[in-house]
């Protein structure tokens, strides 16, 4: 619907895979950081003066 | 289509009078043309209001939810799909139904029908697959094929899915039909063209909710768009509130949706708001093999998990 592709991501981690959870973590935040900000589906707040 | 109304009436009377339902849920006609409305008889007398013709596109399911009362409803195949994911979704017991299956041969568009008189329409008559229309422009016959409404052109299950008695023989199904060609032209399309168009597919839109209302799948208490604690989405016209609007009503549809077009029809403003149902309808039959509401008996994708569930998408 519009949404690049890498900016919604699904993983499956157990709670019991904490090394796997900060990598998926780095990865996500790095992916995202190179997308740069979402301007998509973003509402401008109303300027207030 | 009158022997249709004969038979609805006849059955319906028959079924008040033996008290084998306390009501029985149909149409009347409207105050205006092509504008039938649900009507609810509750005595044998008042079903002679029942009708049947082609602009009984309002999807009845609606008025089940949560009903406690012994029903007779009038259905046309998409009804009786949505009537079997009332079911499934505990929102009607089967044994509460008396259901009436009428095999449909399409529901006409009002919008099309205006169009094809430039406007004002005083009478609509049908004849089989002709139907006249007299306006202060003149008369204009058309073919019934050309005015249908755009669901009912692609609908695969014009036959009731459930049933306790047909008013007709069963139709014959359109096969041969390419039901989500819509749909893949918008899947073509990159990134900025897609926001494009659902930018201008939404602008018109005046956030009425009869799109909402309308649908027999929209039957939360609280809307997630009349919620104020928290405001998941603003309440104005905004194009990025109309888009998550759209965006998340056509997902609470995914797996439910039977593409009856009463959202469609309902526009005021005439979106095609069914581009969004019609692509997770395809996704559910692409991935999960699943078409809502042809069975009691399986359920849906949604509520089960199947090892060959695809799971591409998770990393």
């Known amino acids: 619907m519009g949404i690049e592709p890498g900016r919604l991501q699904f993983s499956w981690i157990s709670s019991a895979e904490s090394t796997k959870f900060v990598d998926v973590v780095n990865q996500v935040t790095d992916a995202i950081k190179a997308l740069g900000p979402n301007r998509y589906l973003v509402k401008n707040q109303a300027k207030v003066a | 289509m009158l022997q249709y109304q004969d038979k609805i009436q006849a059955i ?6 033996e008290c084998k339902v306390d009501l029985v849920i149909g149409f009347r006609r409207g105050t205006v043309p092509m504008m039938n409305e ?3 008889a509750r005595t044998a007398e008042q079903t002679t209001n029942l009708i049947w013709d082609s602009h009984c596109g309002i999807n009845l399911t609606n008025y089940l939810t949560d009903r406690k009362e012994k029903i007779g409803i009038v259905a046309k195949g998409c009804d009786s799909r949505n009537i079997v994911t009332h079911i499934l979704e505990n929102k009607i017991e089967r044994d509460q139904l008396y ?3 009428v095999p449909c041969q399409g529901m006409v568009d009002k919008r ?3 169009q094809a008189v430039n406007g004002a329409v ?4 049908e004849n089989g697959n002709e139907i006249t229309i007299k306006g202060p422009a003149g008369d204009k016959t058309v073919t019934k094929a050309d005015v249908l409404q755009n669901n009912c052109s692609l609908c695969k299950h014009r036959n009731p899915t459930i049933h306790d008695e047909m008013v007709a023989e069963p139709v014959a199904e359109q096969t041969d039909i390419d039901a989500y060609e819509s749909v893949r032209a918008i899947e073509a399309m990159d990134i900025d063209a897609k926001r494009a168009y659902f930018e201008k597919l939404l602008e018109p839109c005046i956030r009425c ?3 909402r209302n309308a649908c027999p799948l929209c039957y939360c208490p609280t809307c997630f768009v009349d919620e104020h604690r ?3 989405v603003g309440k104005s016209t905004d194009p990025v509130d109309n888009m998550t609007f759209h965006f998340l ?3 609470h549809c995914a797996g439910r949706c039977t593409d009856c077009g009463a959202c469609e029809r309902a526009c005021p403003v005439g979106i095609k708001v069914r581009i969004f149902t019609k692509k997770l309808e395809k996704d559910c039959l692409e991935l999960f093999g699943w078409e809502a509401g042809l069975s009691l008996d399986t359920r849906p994708p949604l509520d089960v998990y199947r090892p060959e569930d695809p799971d591409d998408f998770i990393k």
């Open chain 2, 249 to 251: 009503r056509a997902y």
């Open chain 2, 122 to 125: 005083d009478q609509v008559i």
């Open chain 2, 38 to 40: 649900p009507y609810v």
């Open chain 2, 209 to 211: 909710y009869a799109c």
């Open chain 2, 112 to 114: 099309k029908i205006a």
């Open chain 2, 12 to 17: 319906a009377a028959r079924l008040l009078k």
């Open chain 2, 99 to 101: 259901i009436i299956g």
């Open chain 2, 230 to 232: 928290p405001q998941w």
